[in-house]
């Protein structure tokens, strides 16, 4: 797992956080949560692990179809975007196989160019990316057809499903108050959620809890991520 480390006052600063962001690699709103995800991570003093998992099924592309106003009986649509959701799963799978950091990059640059600057889909574009992001090509596209790459992947499916992750983007965060039940974020997804989700001082208890309920937020057994 990826782990991005900062210096500590150790006298507040000595949490140790886990997040999970479960995410369809072609939606906005996924590339909006990532950010502000790694935006968290940037003002954060703590140590925090953080991994972003793609998630892919038939839920997944009708939700996708809704959030982007698609017609959902379009059954050609729906197969195209099915192909290329499940393309970029194994694709960004692959490039983690170079480091959890260097998949994130990968990731990040191909949905930049797909989301922000609407380009098409193809394997130029994954090439692009993969540049960008400093793979080693020939490695990183034998990684993408090998049958680890598939298992790797679909082994992320059972801990989406393990938790419950049903949404796209959706959350999980662990923290020392949250070491063995996680919360799972399915909305709202922001810097300033998980700052507030992870605020040390005790004062904040009851306006932490507020936030929990008022949001929706579920409390997720960490023994859900148990890949059997």
């Known amino acids: 797992m990826g782990t991005t480390t900062h210096p500590k006052n150790e006298s507040i600063h000595n949490e140790v956080i886990e997040i999970y962001l479960f995410i369809n690699p072609i939606d906005s709103t996924c590339f909006q949560a990532e950010k502000e995800v790694l935006r968290f991570i940037e003002k954060s003093s703590n140590r925090i692990h953080?991994?972003?998992?793609?998630?892919?099924?038939?839920?997944?592309?009708?939700?996708?179809?809704?959030?982007?106003?698609?017609?959902?009986?379009?059954?050609?649509?729906?197969?195209?975007?099915?192909?290329?959701?499940?393309?970029?799963?194994?694709?960004?799978?692959?490039?983690?196989m170079q480091g959890k950091k260097k998949g994130r990059n990968f990731l990040l640059e191909l949905q930049y160019e797909l989301i922000e600057e609407k380009k098409v889909f193809s394997e130029d574009l994954i090439l692009e990316s993969a540049k960008k992001a400093k793979l080693d090509i020939p490695m990183f596209l034998e990684d993408k057809e090998l049958d680890f790459t598939i298992a790797s992947f679909e082994a992320d499916q059972k801990i989406a499903c393990g938790v419950n992750a049903f949404k796209t983007p959706s959350c999980l965060f662990f923290g020392d108050r949250h070491k063995e039940h996680g919360l799972l974020i399915e909305e709202g997804i922001t810097v300033e959620l998980l700052q507030a989700l992870h605020n040390p001082n005790p004062m904040v208890i009851e306006a932490r809890n507020q936030i929990i309920s008022k949001n929706g937020i579920r409390s997720i057994n960490k023994t859900s991520l148990q890949v059997l």
């Open 50 to 96: 953080v991994n972003f998992i793609p998630v892919h099924n038939l839920s997944t592309v009708t939700q996708y179809l809704s959030t982007n106003n698609l017609p959902k009986s379009d059954l050609k649509l729906r197969n195209a975007i099915h192909s290329v959701s499940y393309d970029i799963c194994l694709y960004y799978t692959a490039a983690t």
